[in-house]
Nanobody, 118 residues
Framework: VQLVESGGGLVQPGGSLRLSCAASGFTFSMYDMSWYRQAPGKERELVARFNSGAGSTTYADSVKGRFTISRDNVKNMVYLQMNSLKPEDTSVYYC????????????WGQGTQVSVSS
């Protein structure tokens, strides 16, 4: 199983970034795909989730209206479009794949750094 994130970087406040996660080694369409983030000294938190099946999405209150998660079940990709970025969005962003509420089938990428600063 591999989850490889890309697209992080340094951006000014108000700017945009698009994160990508390339997945392989599992049946992508069956998994809920999520983006989490973790800032220094803070717990990892859910940013957005795109469920398998019905395709519903969930967002953290702090990113609603600014971030959009999407997935491509043909290319086995998940994306996070981040607009109107704020300094408090600075974190390492992680891609996650989870089969329902399974503990065993719960996979993480290596993370990509997003820094928002002027």
């Amino acid at each position: 199983v591999q989850l490889v994130e890309s697209g992080g970087g340094l951006v000014q406040p108000g700017g945009s970034l698009r994160l990508s996660c390339a997945a392989s080694g599992f049946t992508f369409s069956m998994y809920d795909m999520s983006w989490y983030r973790q800032a220094p000294g803070k717990e990892r938190e859910l940013v957005a989730r795109f469920n398998s099946g019905a395709g519903s999405t969930t967002y953290a209150d702090s990113v609603k209206g600014r971030f959009t998660i999407s997935r491509d079940n043909v290319k086995n990709m998940v994306y996070l479009q981040m607009n109107s970025l704020k300094p408090e969005d600075t974190s390492v962003y992680y891609c996650n794949a989870r089969l329902g509420w399974s503990i065993a089938y719960n996979y993480w990428g290596q993370g990509t750094q997003v820094s928002v600063s002027s």
